[in-house]
């Protein structure tokens, strides 16, 4: 029963009392009697409606204790996930005298932690294969000392300190900085957005956002950038022809225009928007395409074999191409990476305005303005000094040890300032707390371990600076005592906060006993300077893990 119905009873009873007034003239006790008797019915049907809304939320909405409040709180649902991530597991233990070398390609993308966020801000755990550890310890800028020349545009800065979720064992911290190119360094951009308007884009945090994040981007070009729209539905179109950022309102008026509905012939589109940036190529420039959507392509040339192969050809025109991601239920985020990783661009994802002022705004020249490519990193451990190791993440990105001098292979490709996290957990040579049993009928010289300067490794790094096809190198002995100081410290213990907290995520197996409380409190006891307040976000998201995580059982 509503309101209204109350209201109506109460309006009839009066009805009927005004018309014994006008027919019988009641005396003044009877007048009284009627209306205490209204009253007491209005308050009647008052008090049963408010008992029938107190039954119903009660069954659908179970009390929780909020400090000294009992607030209703709906239980999350677990959506039933149809994103298409790529299954992978967590990197195995590796005994140093098997496999002394590891290698794998650099990654910068950013796109898990992004996703990972939006669902734990929902309320739910992530899918499992939906946490790429390195994108999230790659998410945060670190303050690493910084390259002074552009032509060397890399400095490692390495690290060994105690694994906080393992006994006995050590982790080999990895900071590689990239070069930062000034402004007066940075070229112009040719930008072609290629923007998915199909049905499957109808939501606020999928087209709507696509318009807010190049909006925002606008602001951090230079007039003399150029930028062109393609779009796809049920077929592409070109929506602007290459227009200078001076005349911002002529593109703000037609991404104004945009509405999403169709299906998804993005394979058109990506040819379109290729067709497009080659006739309008400026070899001064850099020469990109950007491509916002959902990632579901089922019109066309939509094979993800297909079209990668598409991408990697094009590729080699100088046109670069970065992917960003919007929106989840049907995410292909498998597909997205692979055109990312084939285009030599960027994948990321945007599931707030926030996170579009942090790419497109706060670390614009790195997601714009390359400084190298094919970055590939190998680190030889000694056998003689370590028993064990492990990549933490990377899983995605593992290369054959004879593919890093091989400079055919494709790797990742570094933008301006852009920094790259890896940590390697190691066991040292006659230390306990191996995974692994001793081996029989081999034994190592253990003398080394305990040589204060006693290497334990050799970093090498491998890279082509923008326009060259042949490599260089950098590399350097791993020792196990380095002198860290007090602010690098804070910021290794910091990455080994997200290192932990997205290996819970994952599947937790060699974290042992360590917990969403040790994460949180490494976390905060390590945030440091946090201008952005990316930090303080991140100790939040651990919080809302846990929560998550307990309602789960």
């Known amino acids: 029963m509503t309101k209204t119905r109350v209201g109506r009873n109460a309006l009839l009873i009066a009805m009927a009392v005004t018309l014994v007034n006008c027919t019988s003239g009641p005396s003044e006790q009877e007048l009284a009697a009627q209306q205490q008797a209204s009253k007491e019915a209005e308050k009647a049907e008052y008090m049963k409606v408010k008992q029938e809304r107190r039954v ?85 800028d670190y303050h690493y000392p910084f390259p002074t020349s552009a032509s060397r545009p890399f400095l490692p800065t390495v690290v060994v ?48 956002l696509v318009k807010q994040s190049i909006k925002l981007l606008l602001k951090t070009l230079k007039p003399t950038d150029t930028i062109a729209i393609v779009v796809y539905a049920g077929a592409a179109g070109t929506v602007l022809e290459p227009t200078k950022v001076a005349q911002a309102a002529t593109i703000i008026e037609a991404l104004d225009k945009l509405k999403a509905g169709g299906s998804t012939a993005g394979g058109e589109g990506l040819q379109l928007a290729y067709q497009l940036a080659e006739s309008n190529f400026d070899e001064q420039a850099v020469n990109r395409i950007m491509l916002a959507t959902d990632g579901d392509f089922n019109v066309g040339l939509s094979d993800p074999e297909q079209l990668t192969d598409f991408v990697e050809r094009k590729r080699h025109s100088g046109i670069y191409l970065s992917v960003i991601g919007f929106g989840q239920g049907n995410y292909k985020d498998a597909l997205m990476q692979s055109l990312a990783q084939s285009g030599n661009g960027i994948a990321a994802y945007i599931d707030t305005l926030g996170e579009a002022q942090k790419l497109f705004v706060e670390e614009a ?29 990377y899983e995605t990105r593992a290369l054959k040890e004879e593919d890093f001098n091989n400079d055919k292979v494709d790797a990742g490709d570094i933008g301006s300032g ?18 692994l049993d001793e081996s029989r009928y081999t034994s190592g010289n253990s003398g ?21 096809e042949t490599s260089q190198l950098l590399d350097q002995p791993i020792m196990s005592a380095i002198n860290a100081t007090p602010a690098i410290m804070q910021e290794v213990n910091f990455a080994t906060a997200v290192a932990g907290f997205a290996q819970l995520m994952k599947d937790g197996k060699y974290t042992g006993q360590w917990s969403l409380d040790d994460a949180f409190n490494l976390a905060l006891a390590n945030k440091g300077e946090d201008y952005y307040g990316y930090r303080g976000e991140f100790t939040q998201l651990i919080r809302q893990a846990k929560v998550a995580e307990e309602a789960e059982f």
């Open 418 to 435: 852009h920094a790259i996290t890896a940590i390697y957990e190691v066991t040292l040579s006659g230390q306990p707390g191996s995974y």
């Open 56 to 140: 119903a939320a009660e069954m659908v909405m179970p009390l929780t204790v909020t400090g000294s409040r009992m607030a209703p709180m709906p239980p999350p649902v677990q959506p039933q996930y149809e994103n298409d991530f790529e299954q992978f597991d967590a990197n195995p233990v590796k005994r140093v005298s098997d496999e002394p070398v590891s290698t794998f390609s650099a990654d910068v993308d950013t796109t898990s932690f992004s996703f990972v966020r939006k669902q734990l801000n929902r309320g739910y755990l992530p899918e499992k294969d939906a946490v790429r550890l390195e994108e999230m310890v790659n998410y945060f």
């Open 448 to 468: 080394a371990a305990n040589d204060a300067l006693a290497e334990l490794g050799y970093l090498k790094i491998r890279y082509k600076l923008p326009g060259e």
């Open 365 to 393: 020249t790195s997601s714009l303005f390359p400084i190298a490519k094919d970055l590939k990193i190998q680190v030889e451990f000694n056998p003689a000094a370590v028993n064990e190791y492990r990549l933490l993440g």
């Open 161 to 208: 300190h105690d694994s906080p979720w393992a006994a006995h064992r050590k982790l080999v911290h990895i900071g590689i900085q990239g070069y930062e190119l000034e402004q007066r360094e940075q070229p112009n951009s040719n930008l072609v957005f290629l923007l998915d308007v199909s049905g499957s884009m109808n939501a606020p945090d999928k087209l709507p």
